[in-house]
């Protein structure tokens, strides 16, 4: 079955230092999504990649989708203690359904 | 609020009892996902439908467990026979479905403890 992976499992940064979480994925994805999911509350959408190699921004947050459509990452300038929270990607192949990633906790020291 | 909505927010039951939760979509979403999270864990897929067509079921997800989308709206989860490890949130999502480019609206969740 399709398997999304997301490393690394826990990251711990000092308030203004960068962060990056990856994403693979065991198949070839029509589409990557990532969510934030703050302590005790619901995973938010933050973005969709849809093509290959496809970078989008969205202020501190840098997403990539990778060439292959099998990987993504995403990278966040500067944390501020606002950023704290679990990030998913969750994958698609074809039209079905979203199959999330393991997540990467973020925890930013002041 | 037009968000997506579940109830209840929290349900405790005794081991063997059956339990059943709803999800009231945003109107206009013709997808409905159930998703479960576990503490520390990714939302885990257990079955989606398009308007009132279940279209995928998780093949992990055990027979005791059941959903319905009669009128393509609400929908419902049934757990028959509830274990302790049926212990989690479970996430209901919404989305238009109308091509690939769409996200998902998550609802609070219903917190299920088994004792």
């Known amino acids: 079955g399709q398997q999304v992976m997301q490393i690394p499992q826990y990251q711990h940064v000092q308030e203004g230092e960068d962060f990056t979480t990856y994403c693979n994925s065991s198949t070839t994805l029509s589409n990557i999504q990532w969510y934030k999911q703050r302590p005790g509350g619901h995973p938010v959408f933050l973005i969709q990649?849809?093509?290959?190699?496809e970078v989008k921004k969205q202020k501190r947050l840098t997403f990539q989708f990778g060439e292959a459509k099998k990987n993504s990452s995403l990278h966040i300038t500067a944390t501020q203690t606002t950023d704290v929270g679990t990030y998913f990607c969750?994958?698609?192949?074809?039209?079905?359904?979203?199959?999330f990633g393991t997540g990467t906790r973020l925890t930013v020291i002041p | 609020d037009t968000g997506v909505s579940q109830d209840p927010r929290h349900k405790i039951t005794k081991r063997g009892q059956n339990v059943t939760f709803r999800c009231d979509p945003i109107?206009?979403?013709?997808?409905l996902y159930w998703y479960r999270q576990t503490l520390g864990q990714g939302p885990e897929f257990l079955t989606y439908?398009?308007?009132?067509?279940?279209?995928?079921k998780s093949r992990l997800l055990s027979d005791r467990f059941s959903a319905e989308r009669p009128k393509g709206s609400f929908s419902t989860l049934e757990i028959q026979r509830t274990e302790q490890g049926d212990s989690a949130m479970y996430l209901c999502?919404?989305?238009?479905?109308?091509?690939?480019?769409?996200?998902?609206?998550f609802g609070q969740g219903t917190r299920l403890t088994v004792v």
């Open positions: 969750a994958g698609r192949a074809g039209a079905n359904n979203l199959f």
């Open positions: 439908f398009q308007n009132e067509a279940q279209l995928e």
């Open positions: 990649l849809v093509k290959s190699g």
């Open positions: 999502a919404s989305s238009l479905w109308e091509n690939m480019n769409t996200e998902a609206f």
């Open positions: 109107s206009e979403h013709n997808r």
